[in-house]
DNA sequence: TCAAGTGTTATAGTTCTTATAGAACAGTTG
DNA sequence: CAACTGTTCTATAAGAACTATAACACTTGA
């Protein structure tokens, strides 16, 4: 499990570690039942504190991507492995946009507020 | 031109609207040319202060999405009628990511970096 | 010309978010 | 039991978000 984050960026750390980890499950890097770093293994190899990946993590379980507990650690779970199926269509569409002179920003909160308005 | 938000929301004010408005331009509710409402009106009307606003509409010329003067107001751009096109791929996407039990923001934020990765 | 309307800029203050730090707690594993 | 895991708590500091007020500069139409 490969993880980089930007320091420049304006996007938060706890947002780009979730990033890196959702990019790794979409190319099947991590699969349903395998286990992630250790929190505190991984906020020391970033230079980041315990607290910053444990956000990232527990925004991934309020994903429904991994499941937690004390003492077993964060797991991939099957939804994990849905994420893998979206690959093909997920370029597709970005590559569309990107023709367009959309920014990231402009069609992520476009897929947003698409999802939502379906869901809820 | 209808824009709603949720002050309940975790996410930011200014983004909401960006995020109303471009939903209004994948409809085909706004299209090029189409004048925005003056910034204090609308601030006005969604009883919120003129900044977060007018921060909204530069987020959105930022984007390439409207073009804004002063005196003349913000009209939305050619780009603006480009989101249209974008529809039906973004519904079907959405759909599929629904049916695999994905949360609105991790979609959202696969795409983001999908598209990051193709343009720099 | 000029008044009204538009975005732009500036300053300031408050509240919320982000990130850090240290410590203690409570399950799990070997 | 000892080591390791996520969880919770308190606290601090820096930055972002939002509000508030005021003035500025360009455009439009009477």
Redesign the pocket.
Known sequence: MLVRIDPTS???????VAGSIRADMVAGGIRPGDK??????L?AAL?????????A??LL?DEGLVD???????VATPAAGGLSQLHSEIVALSQKALALGMSPDSLAALVRDAVRGESG
Chains 1, 2 share one sequence.
């Open positions: 304006d996007v938060p750390i706890f947002d780009q992630l770093a250790p929190a505190r293994e906020a230079r980041v504190n315990l607290h910053t990946v444990l956000r993590y527990q379980r937690m507990r004390r003492g077993r650690g964060a």
